[in-house]
């Protein structure tokens, strides 16, 4: 089984910063050969690329986050992050993490998701 558990959400005022850990395990599972990324839900409203990394660190942003947020990951530790600054209003959201696993036995790729963490910005 795949767990994917993210962390560091929370109640800021904008102009403040947060960082979003998403820890990814799974003993059969290799997570380090591909992508995971950042999605976020507002309510009411579809779900949205934030960021996505590579393995090998190449990294998208959506044009609204661009400038203010960074993605990273960890491969040792199966983690990925999301540093936001100056955050805004409209950043409120849950944020989800996911991740391209790899099984191992049968070399098959799927995608896999978090629980969502709650990100709100007061003005």
């Known amino acids: 089984q795949v767990q994917l558990v993210e962390s560091g959400g929370g109640l800021v005022q904008a102009g403040g910063s947060l960082r979003l850990s998403c820890a990814a395990s799974g003993s059969d599972f290799d997570f380090s050969i591909n992508a995971m990324g950042w999605y976020r839900q507002a309510p009411g409203q579809q779900r949205e690329l934030v960021a996505t990394?590579?393995?090998?660190?190449?990294?998208n942003y959506a044009d609204s986050v661009k400038g203010r947020f960074t993605i990273s990951r960890d491969n040792a530790k199966n983690t990925v992050y999301l540093q936001m600054n100056r955050l805004k209003p409209e950043d409120t959201a849950v944020y989800h993490c996911n991740a391209d696993a790899r099984r191992r036995a049968t070399l098959t790729i799927l995608r896999y998701w978090g629980q969502g963490t709650q990100v709100t910005v007061s003005s």
């Open positions: 990394i590579t393995s090998g660190g190449s990294t």
